[in-house]
């Protein structure tokens, strides 16, 4: 190559080798904040080698970039030298924007930032954002930063002119490294250990989560014969039930509750609260930080409180699940998902008469808490985000995330809710202490930490006093916690009830000593009912609260219980000596779940360390290859348990599971029927009613003339005879006012429940019916899961009515025919009831266009519709032919828990088209029948 061609080429690159190196050196700038903010919050001591690692971390990220992007820069300078310039002055100001958010972040968070950013809807990441101030306020900064940064490299760029070879030299050097130890730098993103995530670039490592996370989520295999017969073996004591459902077994917790308790006959009331980032690094004896909790501690005195108690994630999305139910993880958090069949503290309290409640300032839909509190049967949502988001002065009582916890807690005593005549399980969950959000009287705490902060040692006081402002929001919400308590001490039940309290997670931002600690959160049981407080050194975690809550209750007050649970604790250690006897699978912030507490033992990212005395850590180095085949043991386990649905199934309930993983494709005009799923289940005299479900995903390749075909359950008795049939579009399932986009696939969930009596079998068939010019569409189905549930005919008939005459309805006399219109008085007993409709049906004339749809309605004491189902009668009565009777069985089970009384209708609603058909009924039977 001749000396011109050099120069002409060296030329090209030499603004492109400038601004590298200018990244570089603002790179490394941060780098220097970084070090100085994050330390602490890795447990680091800084060091020059370990400073010599981060650097050279980042130079392999500058080195990298500088070399992936070269060949577009002597693309862009070939044409334009200056717009090249500008081009990659502003790219380079992005990243360099990019470092600085994720330092931010990681400052803020006290992790790095990770895959769970892909796991979090756009509307839960904005609204994070916005509840830290003004989102036009960031974009204004983000705007700034980028602009100056991009200036001052130009101005760098001209200011060199053609002496660059002290550039040209550190751009070769970073290339070369890049190239040379790259691949020693991935190995340690892989080992994630503290001092490694702590000296990885954080660029570097989130696009490493993001590519592993692509390259990762296919669906996990499991040779799960080989690893249950061992998992079983963990719990000698367990009296399984079925050898595939490795959590299932009879409940024989012990019950360490009561000796503390004086129980009587009257059952108690439960309060459960969670606070928002409550960790034992602030609250407490020997906390990290000291405690900033002073009401806590002191009613830790009076309670029974465990000190060394763990969550089982990192963030707020793990606690409901492990706490209400003791339930695992799964894949990103129990509620993200399809949730496996399971039960919960709320559901067995539902079911003995307890009214539960759901006290929440936030957004119910954030980390999916409506999901699963859903499935609880829960009774009552406070809708208090309603109300502040309507409140005119609202940002004098809250924040983004909601009202301030005070204003949360006095609002509840007022609520309705609380002024009932049944026991309550009411959960409270606060949110004042989340990050860095505004409270109250600002000034007021900020001058009470500061007391507790003088009061401190040396060493805690210095680390403290950049934080006081955050350590100022949980001296406020631990006072209103104590106005709780007192408000509390006014109500009637309160010498009748137990108190709660425990956090849902710790953050880092106060310090933690080892990797346990961002687990470690304070769990106090406190009440009038109490016989003495007692404080425990045992370890315990979150999983533990359900099954000894639950105990205590069946065994003292006589509970009705199932004979089955599926807990994946056996209750809390009442131990007050230091012991560590859990086993408990705990999951990161980035839903990696790469940590493990086995008895005595910690397993975090391949490295072991024995659990000692207040939750201190030591290196095991001999116990890692025993360690970590547990790791893998459990984590196996519980992947399977979630992922294929083998948690928990009721007995009484019998179900089958039919899973198709393969894609089935239907194309034009191939068939007019395509059938899903089609068996005989034989069933149990003691079933009355079968619950048929559906779940998959479909995809629309073509879709002809808007036409979409219908999504039929059908259900035939012994004799063959179609007994129930249900007929949806395809498109109503999966849209509302949106148009399908081909392509695409969408998740469907289904279900419907039959009326089976007197069928010693049924055969269920499920498919897709294409009509007209639904036949030329293409359509795609995976992942199916049908289920099959018998609901038992443990019942007490009610009421039952009998009228075999027979009603004419000629309209348009009337809109509305009423079959039948009562009140009835229930039983407390009685949580649901089932409505059975039997009559035989006419058309006198027909309307093709137009069908009567035959109505169930429920009405509670307070005349508010609790229950509405309307089918169409020709869905009933498939290809009806007028003047000929049918034989019409119909029947809805209606949840009345709480009701003293319900108002039921049955009755025809005649749609617009009067006068077009008329129609008979006879030999009409309406039956209700309680369920216990």
């Given at each position: 190559m001749s000396n011109n061609t050099t120069v002409k080429l060296l030329n090209r690159f030499r603004s492109y080798f400038i601004l590298g190196v200018f990244f570089f050196v603002a790179t490394l700038i941060l780098r220097c904040f970084d070090y100085c903010l994050l330390a602490p919050l890795f447990s680091i001591s800084g060091n020059p080698v370990l400073f010599f690692r981060c650097v050279l971390n980042d130079a392999l990220w500058c080195g990298a970039i500088i070399l992936l992007f070269s060949p577009l820069n002597y693309l862009l300078s070939r044409d334009s030298q200056s717009l090249s310039t500008l081009f990659f002055s502003i790219f380079f100001a992005v990243l360099f924007l990019f470092q600085i958010v994720l330092v931010i972040f990681a400052f803020n968070s006290g992790k790095l930032l990770d895959k769970e950013i892909l796991m979090r809807p756009c509307s839960e990441i904005i609204f994070t954002i916005k509840s830290y101030g003004s989102l036009y306020l960031y974009i204004f900064l983000c705007g700034a930063i980028i602009f100056t940064y991009s200036a001052l490299s130009i101005i760098l760029v001209r200011k060199t002119g053609q002496r660059f070879k002290l550039f040209f030299a550190i751009s070769v050097l970073l290339i070369s490294l890049s190239v040379a130890l790259l691949h020693i730098s991935v190995k340690s993103y892989n080992r994630r250990g503290l001092t490694d995530r702590f000296t990885i670039n954080r660029a570097l490592y989130f696009l490493y989560d993001i590519i592993h996370y692509s390259i990762d989520s296919s669906e996990e295999e499991y040779n799960i014969k080989d690893f249950l017969p061992v998992f079983e073996a963990e719990y000698p004591l367990w009296e399984k039930v079925d050898p595939e459902y490795p959590f299932m077994r009879k409940d024989n917790t012990p019950d360490v509750l009561s000796p503390f308790f004086n129980t009587g006959e009257k059952r108690p009331n439960i309060v459960l609260v969670i606070v928002e980032s409550l960790g034992r690094g602030i609250s407490g004896k020997e906390a990290i930080s000291g405690s900033f909790t002073p009401f806590l501690d002191s009613l830790a005195n009076h309670s029974l409180y465990w000190e060394n108690c763990i969550t089982t994630t990192q963030r707020s999305f793990g606690i409901l699940p492990s706490l209400l139910g003791s339930l695992p993880n799964g894949n990103t958090g129990f509620q993200f998902g399809d949730m496996p069949e399971h039960t919960s503290i709320v559901r067995l309290l539902n079911e003995n008469q307890y009214k539960t409640n759901l006290f929440y300032a936030g957004y119910y839909g954030f980390d999916c808490v409506m999901d699963f509190m859903d499935l609880q049967d829960v009774d009552y949502y406070a809708a208090y985000y309603e109300q502040y988001e309507n409140d005119p002065e609202k940002e004098k009582k809250g924040t983004e995330w909601g009202y301030h916890d005070a204003v949360m807690f006095n609002k509840s005593l007022e609520d309705p809710a609380l002024q009932y005549d049944k026991n309550v399980f009411n959960v409270y969950v606060t949110v004042s202490t989340?990050?860095?959000?505004?409270?109250?009287?600002?000034?007021?705490?900020?001058?009470?930490?500061?007391?507790?902060?003088?009061?401190?040692?040396?060493?805690?006081?210095?680390?403290?006093?950049?934080?006081?402002?955050?350590?100022?929001?949980?001296?406020?919400?631990?006072?209103?916690?104590?106005?709780?308590?007192?408000?509390?001490?006014?109500?009637?039940?309160?010498?009748?009830?137990?108190?709660?309290?425990?956090?849902?997670?710790?953050?880092?931002?106060?310090?933690?000593?080892?990797?346990?600690?961002?687990?470690?959160?304070?769990?106090?049981?406190?009440?009038?009912?109490?016989?003495?407080?007692?404080?425990?050194?045992?370890?315990?975690?979150?999983?533990?609260?359900?099954?000894?809550?639950?105990?205590?209750?069946?065994?003292?007050?006589?509970?009705?219980?199932?004979?089955?649970?599926?807990?994946?604790?056996?209750?809390?250690?009442?131990?007050?000596?230091?012991?560590?006897?859990?086993?408990?699978?705990?999951?990161?912030?980035?839903?990696?779940?790469?940590?493990?507490?086995?008895?005595?033992?910690?397993?975090?990212?391949?490295?072991?360390?024995?659990?000692?005395?207040?939750?201190?850590?030591?290196?095991?180095?001999?116990?890692?290859?025993?360690?970590?085949?547990?790791?893998?043991?459990?984590?196996?386990?519980?992947?399977?348990?979630?992922?294929?649905?083998?948690?928990?199934?009721?007995?009484?309930?019998?179900?089958?599971?039919?899973?198709?993983?393969?894609?089935?494709?239907?194309?034009?005009?191939?068939?007019?029927?395509?059938?899903?799923?089609?068996?005989?289940?034989?069933?149990?005299?003691?079933?009355?009613?079968?619950?048929?479900?559906?779940?998959?995903?479909?995809?629309?390749?073509?879709?002809?003339?808007?036409?979409?075909?219908?999504?039929?359950?059908?259900?035939?008795?012994?004799?063959?005879?179609?007994?129930?049939?249900?007929?949806?579009?395809?498109?109503?399932?999966?849209?509302?006012?949106?148009?399908?986009?081909?392509?695409?696939?969408?998740?469907?969930?289904?279900?419907?429940?039959?009326?089976?009596?007197?069928?010693?079998?049924?055969?269920?068939?499920?498919?897709?019916?294409?009509?007209?010019?639904?036949?030329?569409?293409?359509?795609?189905?995976?992942?199916?899961?049908?289920?099959?549930?018998?609901?038992?005919?443990?019942?007490?008939?009610?009421?039952?009515?009998?009228?075999?005459?027979?009603?004419?309805?000629?309209?348009?006399?009337?809109?509305?025919?009423?079959?039948?219109?009562?009140?009835?008085?229930f039983d407390r007993t009685f949580s649901k009831i089932m409505i059975m409709a039997d009559f035989t049906f006419r058309y006198d004339s027909i309307d093709t266009c137009r069908s009567p749809f035959i109505v169930f309605e429920c009405r509670n004491d307070n005349d508010e519709k609790v229950f509405y189902s309307a089918e169409k009668a020709e869905d009933i009565i498939k290809y009806p032919e007028q003047g000929k009777w049918y034989d019409v069985k119909i029947s809805r089970i209606i949840n009345t828990r709480h009701a003293k009384e319900i108002e039921y209708i049955v009755y025809f609603l005649n749609s617009n088209a009067e006068g077009k058909y008329q129609y008979s009924i006879k030999n009409t039977s309406i039956v209700l029948k309680g369920f216990p």
């Amino acid at each position: 190559m001749s000396n011109n061609t050099t120069v002409k080429l060296l030329n090209r690159f030499r603004s492109y080798f400038i601004l590298g190196v200018f990244f570089f050196v603002a790179t490394l700038i941060l780098r220097c904040f970084d070090y100085c903010l994050l330390a602490p919050l890795f447990s680091i001591s800084g060091n020059p080698v370990l400073f010599f690692r981060c650097v050279l971390n980042d130079a392999l990220w500058c080195g990298a970039i500088i070399l992936l992007f070269s060949p577009l820069n002597y693309l862009l300078s070939r044409d334009s030298q200056s717009l090249s310039t500008l081009f990659f002055s502003i790219f380079f100001a992005v990243l360099f924007l990019f470092q600085i958010v994720l330092v931010i972040f990681a400052f803020n968070s006290g992790k790095l930032l990770d895959k769970e950013i892909l796991m979090r809807p756009c509307s839960e990441i904005i609204f994070t954002i916005k509840s830290y101030g003004s989102l036009y306020l960031y974009i204004f900064l983000c705007g700034a930063i980028i602009f100056t940064y991009s200036a001052l490299s130009i101005i760098l760029v001209r200011k060199t002119g053609q002496r660059f070879k002290l550039f040209f030299a550190i751009s070769v050097l970073l290339i070369s490294l890049s190239v040379a130890l790259l691949h020693i730098s991935v190995k340690s993103y892989n080992r994630r250990g503290l001092t490694d995530r702590f000296t990885i670039n954080r660029a570097l490592y989130f696009l490493y989560d993001i590519i592993h996370y692509s390259i990762d989520s296919s669906e996990e295999e499991y040779n799960i014969k080989d690893f249950l017969p061992v998992f079983e073996a963990e719990y000698p004591l367990w009296e399984k039930v079925d050898p595939e459902y490795p959590f299932m077994r009879k409940d024989n917790t012990p019950d360490v509750l009561s000796p503390f308790f004086n129980t009587g006959e009257k059952r108690p009331n439960i309060v459960l609260v969670i606070v928002e980032s409550l960790g034992r690094g602030i609250s407490g004896k020997e906390a990290i930080s000291g405690s900033f909790t002073p009401f806590l501690d002191s009613l830790a005195n009076h309670s029974l409180y465990w000190e060394n108690c763990i969550t089982t994630t990192q963030r707020s999305f793990g606690i409901l699940p492990s706490l209400l139910g003791s339930l695992p993880n799964g894949n990103t958090g129990f509620q993200f998902g399809d949730m496996p069949e399971h039960t919960s503290i709320v559901r067995l309290l539902n079911e003995n008469q307890y009214k539960t409640n759901l006290f929440y300032a936030g957004y119910y839909g954030f980390d999916c808490v409506m999901d699963f509190m859903d499935l609880q049967d829960v009774d009552y949502y406070a809708a208090y985000y309603e109300q502040y988001e309507n409140d005119p002065e609202k940002e004098k009582k809250g924040t983004e995330w909601g009202y301030h916890d005070a204003v949360m807690f006095n609002k509840s005593l007022e609520d309705p809710a609380l002024q009932y005549d049944k026991n309550v399980f009411n959960v409270y969950v606060t949110v004042s202490t989340h990050g860095k959000l505004e409270i109250p009287e600002k000034d007021k705490y900020i001058k009470r930490a500061h007391v507790i902060n003088q009061k401190l040692s040396q060493e805690q006081q210095k680390a403290n006093r950049s934080k006081l402002n955050i350590l100022a929001s949980f001296v406020y919400t631990d006072d209103a916690l104590r106005q709780f308590i007192n408000g509390y001490k006014k109500r009637p039940d309160f010498e009748n009830t137990i108190f709660i309290i425990t956090g849902d997670h710790y953050v880092s931002t106060f310090g933690i000593r080892n990797p346990l600690d961002l687990y470690r959160v304070p769990l106090i049981i406190y009440s009038p009912l109490l016989k003495t407080s007692k404080q425990f050194q045992s370890l315990v975690s979150t999983l533990d609260v359900t099954p000894s809550l639950w105990t205590m209750l069946r065994n003292q007050y006589h509970l009705t219980a199932p004979e089955y649970i599926a807990w994946i604790s056996d209750g809390l250690d009442t131990t007050q000596h230091f012991s560590s006897r859990k086993k408990v699978l705990l999951m990161q912030i980035n839903r990696d779940t790469e940590e493990f507490v086995y008895n005595q033992f910690f397993y975090s990212y391949g490295s072991v360390y024995e659990i000692n005395d207040n939750l201190e850590l030591t290196e095991s180095t001999e116990k890692i290859h025993r360690l970590t085949n547990k790791y893998k043991l459990f984590k196996t386990v519980h992947s399977y348990t979630y992922n294929k649905r083998k948690l928990f199934y009721n007995p009484f309930q019998p179900t089958y599971r039919l899973i198709i993983d393969k894609e089935m494709t239907y194309p034009y005009p191939e068939e007019f029927f395509n059938c899903l799923d089609r068996r005989k289940t034989n069933l149990d005299s003691l079933f009355s009613t079968v619950k048929i479900a559906a779940s998959y995903k479909i995809c629309f390749d073509t879709i002809f003339d808007h036409k979409y075909p219908a999504f039929v359950f059908e259900c035939k008795n012994d004799n063959n005879e179609n007994t129930a049939y249900y007929s949806i579009g395809a498109n109503f399932l999966i849209y509302d006012d949106q148009e399908i986009q081909n392509g695409k696939w969408y998740d469907v969930k289904v279900s419907r429940e039959f009326d089976t009596r007197g069928a010693k079998e049924i055969e269920t068939i499920t498919y897709f019916l294409n009509g007209g010019s639904s036949v030329l569409n293409q359509y795609r189905i995976k992942n199916q899961v049908y289920t099959i549930e018998g609901l038992p005919n443990q019942y007490l008939v009610i009421e039952q009515n009998i009228d075999t005459g027979i009603l004419k309805y000629r309209p348009p006399v009337e809109f509305l025919n009423c079959i039948e219109r009562k009140t009835k008085i229930f039983d407390r007993t009685f949580s649901k009831i089932m409505i059975m409709a039997d009559f035989t049906f006419r058309y006198d004339s027909i309307d093709t266009c137009r069908s009567p749809f035959i109505v169930f309605e429920c009405r509670n004491d307070n005349d508010e519709k609790v229950f509405y189902s309307a089918e169409k009668a020709e869905d009933i009565i498939k290809y009806p032919e007028q003047g000929k009777w049918y034989d019409v069985k119909i029947s809805r089970i209606i949840n009345t828990r709480h009701a003293k009384e319900i108002e039921y209708i049955v009755y025809f609603l005649n749609s617009n088209a009067e006068g077009k058909y008329q129609y008979s009924i006879k030999n009409t039977s309406i039956v209700l029948k309680g369920f216990p």
